[in-house]
């Protein structure tokens, strides 16, 4: 693997991430889900900033779960 890290660094950052207990993994995973939806959420609303907060839901739900389950929390697009 390529890394920009010494093997010191990383193999003290790999026994922290061993020493973690289970509720602060699950904590960190959490945080880092939260983060990938607040960036997707951002690079939205960048890319459009009239978009809604219920689009922003809608996409996300759509690029997460797939079109069918979009449709079925927000319904259909209307054509156009």
Sequence with gaps: MI???DEQS???????QR????GQQIAR???MTQLVRSL????LRREDPEITEREIKRRMVEAYY??????RMFGKRAAG
């Design 3 to 5: 890394s920009d890290t």
């Design 19 to 22: 020493r973690r207990t289970p």
């Design 66 to 71: 797939g079109t069918e389950w979009a449709e």
């Design 10 to 16: 990383q193999a003290v950052w790999i026994e922290l």
């Design 40 to 43: 997707f959420a951002a690079n």
């Design 29 to 31: 995973a959490l945080e």
